[in-house]
Every structure is written in C-alpha cells, then in structure tokens.
C-alpha cells in the first residue's frame, strides 16, 4: 500500500452535472498530481499541487479545477461535466522541492468516473 | 509528434526470453524519466528511475540517450509475473509530467 488514499472509488454522473474528487497524500509529501487515463491509453498530466498552489498544468480546459489543504489532501473538481470525462482519475503524491527532481510518486488506486 | 512515444504492443514473449522497449521523447529540455508499470486496473507502480549513465536493478536495465532522445528498458530472464503495461515517464519544465501510452507485455509459459 502507497498511503495514498482516493475516494470514492468509483461514481456515476450525468452530462452537465459537477464533481469532486478526493485524495489523501502519502505521510510526509507536500505535493500532489493528478492525472486522467482513459481505457487504452496511458495517464494523461492534469495539474499539479505543491504547498497549495497549482504549479504545473497539463492539457485541460479550466472547469478542471483543484485545490490543495494546509495538511496537503487535494480535492479535483470537475465542471459540466461530458460523456469523454469517463475515466480513471488517479492522484498521485511526492516529495518535491526545488532541488529534487527525480523524486518517485506514488499513486493512488483512483476514482473510475463515468459519465452517462 | 505526441510528446512521449511508445510502441503499445503487446509483445508476447516466452518466459526466461529478453525483451526490450524504446520510449522517444519530443522535448529536450526534459529533466527526468522514469519507467512505471501498470498492472490491469491497478495504479502505475514506480518501476525505476531512469539515469544518463544506465542504472541496473536485477533482471532490470534502464538506459537514457539524451542525443537521441530516447529511453530504454531491457527485462532479462522473464517470469510470468512481469507480464503488465510499461509506461514511460518524462518530467519536463514547470513539473509537467508526460507518460506515454504503455507498453503491453505478455510473458507466455
């Protein structure tokens, strides 16, 4: 087990409506990612949270939105949300700094989101 | 171009064979990588970090070309349970992480 936590584990929506992911860091990490990975295909970058503030964003339009608490838990959330959001969304935490690059994230099991 | 290339496979190989992946990678100014294997419907696991000078772990070889622009990963004397999708990892400016589509491997008995 990663420590990563994410819930729920899986949800059904409806077009249009809006969502809210959760994920708990692993003890100790400051920094949390999240990514969507659709059947087939690789995990695909969708921002990432570091001390609270979004640094680094991926391919997505702006009603995919995050926040990040002081105890470093993250929240993603999905607005109007379309059939091709059906997905996995996986959190993922990690240790970063300035200094350290190659540092290893670990994943969560993620929130299989489907949308209908 | 799609910024980090794999060939998806699947490679359907015999236990005890070598097996080989490439990863190509669009940026240059990229500043780590990584490969991560992904079990069916379980999260991406850490596999190794991947480093200029080649860094070797067991049956496991991961090599970067930085002139070339591609990283590879070499799995000697396959078992059973290697069989997953490997996916390559780039992390480039501003934290943007890129996988790439995986890699699909079957070890057969």
């Known amino acids: 087990e990663t420590g990563v ?3 729920p584990t899986h949800l059904i929506k409806t077009r249009g409506q809006q969502v809210t992911l959760r994920c708990s860091s692993q003890s100790g990490h400051n920094t949390v990612s999240w990514y969507q990975q659709a059947l087939g295909q690789g995990p695909q970058f969708i921002f990432q949270y ?36 059906s997905a ?17 994230a670990f994943f969560g099991q993620g929130t299989r989101l489907t949308v209908v | 171009r799609k910024e980090v290339e794999q060939d998806p496979g699947p490679f359907n190989v015999p236990e005890g064979a070598t097996v080989a992946f490439n990863c190509t990678y669009s940026n240059s100014a990229s500043q780590s990588f990584f490969w991560y ?15 200029s000078s080649g860094n070797e772990d067991g049956r496991f070889t991961a090599q ?13 004397d396959s078992k059973l349970s290697d069989s997953a999708t490997y996916l390559c990892v780039v ?19």
Do not use: W
């Open chain 2, 91 to 109: 992390r480039g400016g501003y934290q943007k992480v890129t996988f790439g589509t995986g890699t699909k491997l079957q070890v057969i008995p």
């Open chain 1, 50 to 85: 570091y001390r609270e503030e979004e640094n680094g964003r991926g391919n997505f339009p702006p009603r995919f939105s995050g926040l990040q608490f002081p105890n470093y838990s993250s929240e993603l959330n999905v607005n109007a949300l379309e059939l091709d959001d």
């Open chain 2, 37 to 51: 294997r992904q079990d069916c419907r379980k999260e991406p696991k850490l596999l190794m970090s991947v480093y």
């Open chain 1, 5 to 7: 936590t994410q819930s």
């Open chain 2, 64 to 76: 970067l070309n930085r002139a070339s622009q591609y990283i590879s990963l070499l799995i000697r």
């Open chain 1, 88 to 104: 996995l969304y996986l959190c993922a935490s990690s240790l970063d700094s300035a200094q350290v690059i190659n540092t290893e």
